[in-house]
Nanobody
Framework: QVQLVESGGGLVQAGGSLRLSCVASGSIYSINVMGWYRQAPGKQRELVATITDSGRTLYEDSVKGRFTISRGNAKNTVNLQMNSLKPEDTAVYYC???????????????WGQGTQVTVSS
């Protein structure tokens, strides 16, 4: 019914850049918030950045000034431009969306399958 698909992960050198993209598809009525989370080995999943339907953004402190979250050119998309990457950014990055699907009267949270980002030193 609803699917989030991430792309853009890969292996980069420290100081390099990657651009992640996420596309939401299915019977979506409206999207309130989209964002990115990440989970590194041995750590819990943590918020990276979010963007609301009004364009308000929120960033985790360690990525401020380096990462930029934005809505894509097409509806139901979100991008994460990651610059000045550090080895500690290595993690599986997950797309997240809070949305109404079909005729559901409430918002629910959906997750993508994740994309691996590896930053070598």
């Amino acid at each position: 019914q609803v699917q989030l698909v991430e792309s853009g992960g890969g292996l980069v050198q420290a100081g390099g850049s990657l651009r992640l993209s996420c596309v939401a598809s299915g019977s979506i009525y409206s999207i309130n918030v989209m964002g990115w989370y990440r989970q590194a080995p041995g750590k819990q999943r943590e918020l990276v950045a979010t963007i609301t339907d009004s364009g308000r953004t929120l960033y985790e402190d360690s990525v401020k000034g380096r990462f930029t979250i934005s809505r894509g050119n097409a509806k139901n998309t979100v991008n994460l431009q990651m610059n000045s990457l550090k080895p500690e950014d290595t993690a599986v990055y997950y797309c997240n969306a809070v949305l109404r699907a079909g005729f559901a009267p409430v918002f629910n949270t959906y997750w993508g399958q994740g994309t691996q980002v590896t930053v070598s030193s």
